[in-house]
Structures are given as C-alpha cells and as structure tokens.
C-alpha cells in the first residue's frame, strides 16, 4: 500500500517539459509511495525511460487506459535512487 499519492496531471504542462516535472515528483516520493499520472497519451516513452533510468525501482499501473484520458500509478519501489534527469 503507498504511504503517499502525488496527483500529476501532465496536460496542460508543454510536452518538452513533462518527463522533466515527472521525475521531479518522483524522486521527491518517500519509499511505497506514487505518483498517479494523468495525461493525454499511453506514455510508453515515459515507460521507456523509467525502465533505462531506473530498472527495479518503480512499479508502473494502468488505472484509465484512453482514448482521451490516461491514469497510471508509477510507484517508488525500495532502493530507488534520483535518477539525475532533473540535476538534483
């Protein structure tokens, strides 16, 4: 169970700066907790780049799956670590 929900809706943020703002959020999580994503797209890039930054270190759940509206809960698994993305 998460001890801490982040609501993040990304769709008004322009998209250059989304990931940048995610990971933010995330890295800013305590350990169990999460970050419940909403956007405009399936964010399979964001996906992508959590799996290359952070292998093992977050958990990823569909809650709403389109067409207009997507909800993920990304997770902070223990042990992960600040990614570097954001320079913190």
Known sequence: MSTAT???DVRTIPP???HVRIFSTFQHLPVDG?????????????HDQFLALLPGG??????????DLWRVRIG????????????G
Do not use: M, Q
Request: aromatic share 8%; proline share 7%.
């Open 6 to 8: 982040a609501t993040l």
């Open 16 to 18: 250059r700066e989304r």
């Open 34 to 46: 999460s970050i419940e994503l909403v956007n405009d797209h399936d964010p399979v890039p964001l």
């Open 58 to 67: 977050f958990s990823w759940d569909y809650l709403e799956t389109g067409p």
């Open 76 to 87: 902070k698994l223990g042990g992960s670590s600040c990614c570097g993305s954001c320079g």
